[in-house]
């Protein structure tokens, strides 16, 4: 029987599971992040950030947006450089206390 093998070529597995972050009671006062890499998520993502700006009163939104028409578009080629990849990304989540990164279907 054939098996169904997918790999990401840009991202390694992680070597060591380190479990999920502390809960945060409250994202009032606090940065938020969130990442777009596919179209119509941003539907979500916007009126995430308006539900969050008019109940939750966080100091700062802050979108990465990866689609290809975005400025901020990283090329896959580009993702294979961990450098610059990292760098980029991480340039925007040092600023977040909290995060939205996707949705699981």
Do not use: C
């Not at 979108?63 to 578009?73: A, C, I």
């Not at 990283?74 to 600023?95: Q, S």
């Amino acid at each position: 029987m054939n098996k169904l093998r997918i790999l990401d070529p840009v991202v390694e597995s992680p070597k060591e599971n380190k479990g999920l972050a502390p809960l945060l009671g409250s994202v009032e006062g606090k940065s938020v992040f969130f990442r777009i890499q596919w179209d119509a998520y941003d539907v979500f993502t916007n009126r995430f950030r308006e539900l969050l700006e008019e109940r939750a009163h966080p100091r700062e939104v802050t979108t990465l947006d990866l689609r290809y028409e975005s400025p901020d578009y990283v090329p896959y080629a580009d993702r294979r450089n961990k450098e610059k990849w990292t760098k980029k990304f991480d340039g925007y989540a040092a600023k977040a206390d909290w995060a939205v990164m996707g949705l699981a279907a």
